[in-house]
């Protein structure tokens, strides 16, 4: 069963902020929020990860919910090298396991 | 950051040939590797998990003398496919991990793409 629920596909503006959605409403406490994304024909690359806080890194902001039964992956100023499959994934860091579901295609068009 | 390398990044073989994959973490010991299989249009599927020096473990369905994983250091981890048949065609990716810590952030091979005859 999945863990995560992601929309198919979205599109987005080039400049503009891509707000990227998640519900994943059965995670347990100690289950971590993580999102990679793949470009086409490429291995995953980690972006974010958090648990409670909303983090930031030079990438992405994660914004997760006081309930944490949601988060919003925010790429600010989104560029066409940003076209990728996003995935969000909840794990237990001790499992070190990474499922990863189907995932949202993010197309930013010029 | 951490850099993941595959070799070969892509190859073709005969149906009953054995095709073996490595995977490298160039600048970091990784304790841990995983292995994916990822077919056209579909999400990752995780293979199996191997820690230096051990036994890999295996995902449900997976064949464990198909799939030969050996982890015999800390930077590198090999995959055999064993009589490739036309099935086995697929694009497979390894990730490793240095952390024994809070999290898992992985980090992944450029994939290696195999197509068997």
């Known amino acids: 069963d999945a863990k995560t629920t992601q929309p198919p596909s979205m599109d987005c503006a080039e400049g503009r902020a891509a707000n990227l959605p998640c519900n994943h409403s059965t995670i347990s406490g100690n289950e971590y929020v993580y999102w990679y994304r793949q470009i086409h024909s490429q291995g995953p690359q980690y972006i974010i990860h958090?648990?409670?806080n909303n983090e930031t890194n030079e990438m992405a902001s994660l914004i997760i919910t006081e309930d944490r039964k949601s988060s919003t992956l925010i790429l600010p100023h989104a560029t066409l090298r940003d076209t990728a499959v996003y995935y969000c994934?909840?794990?237990?860091?001790?499992?070190?396991?990474?499922?990863f579901g189907a995932g949202t295609t993010v197309t930013v068009r010029a | 950051g951490a850099v993941v390398s595959q070799h070969p990044s892509w190859v073709i073989c005969k149906s009953g040939t054995s095709v073996k994959i490595e995977c490298r973490s160039l600048?970091?010991?990784?304790?841990?590797m995983f292995w994916y299989r990822q077919f056209p249009k579909q999400s990752l599927m995780l293979m199996a998990t191997s820690n230096e020096g051990s036994k890999a473990t295996y995902e449900q369905g997976v064949e464990k003398d198909k799939f030969l994983i050996n982890h015999a250091s800390l930077t590198l981890s090999t995959l055999t496919v064993t009589s490739a048949h036309p099935e086995d065609s697929s694009f497979y990716i390894c990730?490793?991990?240095?952390?024994?810590?809070?999290?898992?952030?992985?980090?992944f091979g450029p994939g290696t793409r195999l197509t068997v005859l």
């Open positions: 990730s490793a991990t240095p952390f024994l810590g809070s999290y898992n952030e992985q980090f």
């Open positions: 958090g648990l409670k």
């Open positions: 600048d970091f010991q990784a304790t841990t």
């Open positions: 994934i909840v794990s237990d860091p001790n499992d070190y396991k990474l499922s």
